[in-house]
């Protein structure tokens, strides 16, 4: 039981860090004038501050990040903790950025671009020192990272969804890194998903503050880098690992898809992910929220634990869930346009 103290107090200290640095940054938003307007790509209906999860943001550097250092792995040397933190650091500062002045794509992209390269050559050093072949897999692992970072930008669009989505992935990756006996890890995961619920008190519906691309940014690249870990424990956990970001990629995987098809700019904002079209079509925040909740603890969490149990099926059982999720989603986006066009004035 011993094991457990500094677990749960790593995790308080997330949750109360999280909760007065929200707190803060509601009251500098408001005064600051950093407030999201509704609009035509909008998917709410009052002008609401945003840059809430600056909180989660300091609670992961200063709870999540020094946990890291007591693993005994490599990869979790001080120095690759300094360079995942810097490189966090480096996400959360250009979205903080953007946050009070849209910057362009260019500049937003290239530091994504290379703090996700920062954060694949310190995972990959410690193996390539014997093997130096595995240096070919940075630039595909960057690129993985960095669309981790833009597609849960993209999915933070209505109240509570990347918050309950972040705090289910964390807690289901501390589950897996508990089953590999990673007392570290789990310990920087709980205290991520403390700060992700300290900052959810205040973004349920209706959400009084917004994430913003400080925290959206920061948690794709922080769940990117949490998964990476893992699947360095053991190979097979990889898939578990998808099966739990089942929602949230097949979404984002599909609706990207959609748009570069269709010849648009897939960059640009937008109201076409299947969340969208939800809020669109009727349904509110909560409502919506509450199906993408289903879909983790019905669907993704049951097939993660059997994926987790029985690892010689665990591609065939991830590969399920994704071609299911991807009827769903298409069922469900049909459904969502029927309704929206039937009734005008949702559109």
């Not at 550097?61 to 480096?90: D, I, N, W």
């Not at 619920?197 to 913003?212: H, Q, T, V």
Request: aromatic share 10%.
């Amino acid at each position: 039981m011993g094991e457990y103290v500094p677990i749960l107090v790593t995790a308080a200290c997330g949750f109360l860090i999280s909760v007065l640095i929200v707190a803060a940054s509601l009251v500098y938003a408001r005064r600051r004038g950093l407030l999201d307007l509704p609009g035509q790509r909008r998917s709410h209906t009052q002008p609401t501050p945003r840059g809430g999860g600056l909180g989660i943001v300091v609670a992961v550097l200063f709870c999540a990040m020094p946990a890291l250092a007591f693993r005994s792995q490599p990869t979790s040397s001080p120095g690759t903790v300094v360079v995942l933190a810097l490189s966090l650091l480096a996400v959360a500062a250009v979205g903080w950025r953007d946050d009070h002045a849209p910057l362009p794509v260019l500049p937003r992209i290239s530091v994504h671009l290379l703090a996700s390269l920062a954060v694949g050559a310190v995972l990959l050093y410690p193996a390539a020192q014997s093997d130096p072949s595995l240096w070919v897999w940075l630039v595909p692992i960057a690129i993985i990272f960095a669309g981790s970072i833009n597609s849960h930008n993209f999915m933070d669009g209505i109240d509570a969804l990347l918050g309950l989505q972040a705090l289910f992935l964390l807690v289901g990756y501390a589950l897996l890194a508990h089953a590999s006996a990673d007392v570290a890890l789990v310990a920087a995961m709980l205290a991520s998903a403390a700060a992700c619920f300290g900052f959810l008190l205040f973004n349920r519906p209706p959400a009084r503050i917004f994430m913003g691309d400080v925290g959206s940014g920061t948690l794709g690249l922080l769940i990117a880098t949490f998964a990476a870990l893992l699947v360095q424990h053991t190979f097979e956990l990889l898939w578990p690992c998808l099966i739990l970001s089942s929602a949230f990629l097949v979404d984002a995987g599909l609706t990207l898809l959609a748009r570069i098809l269709a010849g648009k700019r897939w960059y640009t904002a937008h109201r076409e992910h299947l969340y969208q079209w939800m809020v669109r079509a009727g349904f509110s925040h909560a409502r919506t929220d509450a199906m993408y909740l289903l879909w983790n603890l019905i669907i993704a969490a049951p097939a993660a634990w059997a994926a987790l149990h029985w690892p010689a099926f665990g591609l065939a059982v991830c590969a399920a869930v994704y071609a299911f999720a991807c009827v769903v989603w298409c069922a469900g986006k049909r459904a969502c346009l029927t309704a929206v066009r039937s009734t005008p004035r949702a559109a």
